[in-house]
């Protein structure tokens, strides 16, 4: 189940890269929330694509991510992912490295992301 979930983690990313914002919205949850330090939580599947469309707007890239752990409930219908990663920004800063903590839950039988929370 490790394996499905990284997989799909790997599809969000590399839509992301590719600016294909409409599959990563996708892979979230219709409730799904975004905690960033500095802003309020945004809550659903419009605020992921807001999200998105500010980070093409800046200019940032994803130029590394590293997955450190991921952790499926017994049950195999939730789980937790750590993911450190590394942006560059339009400017060419690159702040960070951050770690991004995504919850996963399975919606028929797919798992989707419910939780996205950067620090």
Same mark, same amino acid.
């Given at each position: 189940?490790?394996?499905?979930?990284?997989?799909?983690?790997?599809?969000?990313?590399?839509?992301? *890269?590719?600016?294909?914002?409409?599959? !990563? &919205?996708? =892979?979230?949850? %219709?409730?799904c929330?975004?905690?960033? #330090? +500095?802003?309020?939580?945004?809550?659903?599947?419009?605020?992921?694509?807001?999200?998105?469309?500010?980070?093409?707007?800046?200019?940032?890239?994803?130029t590394?991510h590293?997955?450190?752990?991921?952790?499926?409930?017994? *049950?195999?219908e939730?789980?937790?992912? !750590? &993911?450190? =990663?590394?942006? %560059?920004m339009?400017?060419?800063?690159? #702040? +960070?490295?951050?770690h991004?903590?995504?919850?996963?839950?399975?919606?028929?039988g797919?798992?989707?992301?419910?939780?996205?929370?950067?620090?």
């Amino acid at each position: 189940m490790a394996d499905e979930v990284k997989a799909r983690f790997k599809k969000v990313s590399d839509a992301f *890269d590719a600016g294909d914002y409409k599959t !990563v &919205v996708s =892979m979230y949850t %219709k409730d799904c929330r975004a905690v960033q #330090p +500095g802003k309020p939580i945004e809550v659903g599947r419009d605020a992921m694509m807001k999200g998105c469309e500010e980070a093409k707007a800046s200019g940032m890239k994803m130029t590394s991510h590293e997955i450190l752990h991921v952790d499926v409930s017994p *049950d195999g219908e939730m789980a937790y992912m !750590v &993911v450190r =990663m590394e942006i %560059k920004m339009g400017d060419g800063s690159t #702040p +960070g490295p951050f770690h991004n903590t995504l919850i996963w839950k399975k919606v028929d039988g797919v798992f989707e992301v419910c939780l996205d929370t950067v620090s």
